[in-house]
């Protein structure tokens, strides 16, 4: 392979104004190394790069120049986390949209905050005395924020919690409760939806409200299966619960699937829409509900009496009653335990879960404060960004997952919480919760079949017209270095996008000092 960089690098400014060329091109620099590789007969993986600090830098002003995004804001930091020094900025100090690479702020302060091996507990309470097995009072759910009553860990069992808590009555000889069974969310606040989240968004799954009591994210999960051509699709749900009025638009057809649901606003009337193809596998979505502790108890309900306990009474939001729930003066039977928040912080950063954000950031300010709401989450989070060197007033946050369009952040902030983990007694909790490069998460499909893949452990970010990538990449001196790289108010496709994004980690990657 004779081409040389700069030889590469000349035929891309020549060719921008062709589109698809210079998609092409990107691509041949991507692929460069690995093509000379393949020459010398050692698999698909490239030869380390030879260069110095200065030449690499001057390889970014090439690749961020890209005329694609002549209409955007690129912000990038590239900087080691032994010497300090830089291998490239670029508006490092001006303020971006991070879109879900707030989640390393949210789940960096958690982990300072809570530990690693906090535990939401959630109590389950009764208010009457026991009557041979009949338990002469109401049930009372007590919950702290747990995310993780779901079938999430426990083999996607939805209900397994409540199948357990069943099995917990019945072993107390409760077999029937002649009371109501209440649910008690009042350590959060009742604002379930993020500051600036779009109303659009409020039907799909990425954005379910938060709430101390809440039970399977939040969501319903929908599967609906093909018939024959023109006859409507069939529709299961799961859990099994009639909290949710399905209305069932969706025709099977013979050429593409194309399925949208929409729930009314501030009801469960669900109306699922559009075309499955005839043959294909089942369809699987999700849509949110509204009032998730009336979702919690209700499903609750309806477990206990398939598992033979009898309830005469009714599932309830304690919020509805006159007088507030006194627990002081009721029996505490058992509680349960959350997995500890190590496991949490990796559904929040490798699958990018909003739902577990908001309800660890509003977390972080009860625990701290007794202050269960997003503000309460984010000025205790803000101590913890001072320790970092990062200037509480030159930070805008909205809520804890990036949904929001109102958070705002600057590459630099960005490495100074990265550099700041790095030498932390939490490094390895907060590293092993990033996505790998070509393994898992969100970056299981990216930057495969080069020095990248295994290596870079980095936090995606998307919302419109952004894309973000920050985390940390071991060069080919094995050198540390932490990156962030945002990109705001782009028009060209994704891919593009993250195709800059990747080729700067694999150039790391292969990065050894002359």
Request: glycine share 8%; proline share 3%.
């Amino acid at each position: 392979m004779k081409m040389t960089l700069k030889t590469s690098m000349k035929i891309m400014r020549i060719s921008t104004s062709n589109f698809f060329s210079k998609f092409f091109l990107l691509f041949i620099l991507i692929c460069y190394t690995t093509v000379e590789a393949q020459e010398a007969k050692i698999d698909t993986i490239p030869k380390y790069s030879f260069s110095t600090v200065q030449e690499f830098w001057e390889q970014m002003e090439d690749i961020f120049d890209d005329p694609n995004f002549s209409n955007a804001n690129w912000g990038v930091v590239l900087q080691s986390l032994v010497t300090g020094e830089y291998f490239y900025k670029r508006n490092e100090d001006k303020l971006f949209i991070p879109a879900s690479n707030l989640k390393l702020f949210t789940s960096a302060a958690g982990l300072i905050s809570l530990k690693p091996d906090f535990r939401y507990v959630t109590e389950i309470y009764s208010n009457g005395l026991l009557d041979g097995s009949i338990l002469k009072g109401d049930l009372i759910i007590r919950g702290s924020g747990d995310p993780t009553i779901s079938g999430r860990f426990y083999n996607e069992e939805v209900t397994k919690i409540f199948s357990n808590w069943a099995d917990s009555l019945i072993y107390l000889g409760i077999d029937e409760i002649a009371g109501n069974i209440y649910g008690d969310d009042n350590v959060f606040d009742e604002k379930g939806l993020g500051n600036g989240w779009s109303w659009d968004y409020e039907s799909y799954w990425y954005a379910a409200p938060s709430g101390a009591l809440s039970f399977n994210d939040n969501c319903v999960d929908i599967f609906i299966t093909p018939t024959k051509v023109g006859n409507k699709a069939q529709i299961r749900i799961l859990p099994e619960t009639k909290y949710s009025v399905i209305i069932n638009n969706v025709t099977t057809n013979d050429s593409a699937t194309n399925i949208e649901i929409y729930r009314e606003r501030g009801t469960n009337i669900v109306t699922i829409f559009g075309n499955i193809k005839e043959g294909s596998e089942t369809f699987k979505t999700y849509v949110t509900v509204s009032n998730p502790t009336q979702y919690f108890v209700v499903v609750l309900k309806d477990v206990l009496e398939k598992k033979g306990i009898k309830v005469r009474g009714f599932a309830i939001d304690g919020d509805e009653l006159s007088v507030p729930i006194d627990l002081t003066k009721n029996n505490l039977l058992f509680s349960h335990l959350s997995v500890p928040l190590r496991d949490i912080v990796k559904v929040i950063n490798k699958n990018s879960q909003n739902f577990y954000s908001e309800q660890l950031l509003k977390t972080i300010g009860w625990q701290s404060s007794k202050n269960g709401s997003a503000a309460g989450g984010i000025k205790e989070s803000k101590k913890y960004f001072t320790r970092m060197g990062i200037n509480p007033e030159n930070i805008v946050l909205a809520d804890g997952s990036g949904l929001s369009r109102l958070n705002l952040v600057t590459p630099s902030q960005i490495i100074s919480l990265l550099n700041y983990m790095y030498k932390s007694d939490y490094y390895t909790q907060f590293y092993n919760s990033l996505p790998i490069a070509g393994i898992d998460g969100t970056l299981a499909n990216r930057m495969r079949k080069t020095r990248a893949i295994n290596n870079v452990r980095a936090k995606t970010g998307f919302i419109g017209s952004v894309r973000s990538l920050s985390g940390y990449v071991y060069t080919g001196d094995k050198e540390p270095v932490a990156f962030s790289i945002i990109v705001n108010n782009f028009t060209v496709p994704l891919v593009l996008a993250e195709n800059i994004q990747d080729l700067v980690c694999v150039r790391l990657a292969n990065f050894k000092r002359k």
